[in-house]
């Protein structure tokens, strides 16, 4: 069965930074990412690597944030956060084989003084 394991989340001062990790098995995986939910708001794209290593993020994130994965183990690393990046994210995988799309269980990111 697939299951997606994440990990690094914390508090953190502004302009600090954190390193995501999901490990991810029970498949291979076309594509993998990283989404977020802040209190009060819709969930967001972050960031996301297909197989081929093709990366996109969000607008706030270019610059700062890097995703990279190492065959199913992704990671988000994230320099110089800001209080707006505060909230849990979400590492999502999508199997090669199958339909569904997976999702871990969340890790909590705080960026406050």
């Known amino acids: 069965q697939v299951q997606l394991v994440e990990s690094g989340g914390g508090l953190v001062q502004p302009g600090g930074s954190l390193r995501l990790s999901c490990a991810a098995s029970?498949?291979?995986?076309?594509?993998m990412g990283w989404y977020r939910q802040a209190p009060g708001k819709q969930r967001e794209f972050v960031a996301t690597i297909d197989s081929g290593g093709n990366t996109d993020y969000v607008d706030s994130g270019k610059g700062r944030f890097a995703i990279f994965r190492d065959k199913n183990t992704v990671y988000l690393q994230m320099n110089n956060l800001k209080p707006e990046d505060t909230a849990v994210y979400y590492c999502n995988a999508r199997p090669v084989i199958g339909s569904n799309i997976y999702w871990g269980q969340g890790t909590q990111v705080t960026v406050s003084s």
């Open positions: 029970g498949s291979i995986f076309y594509t």
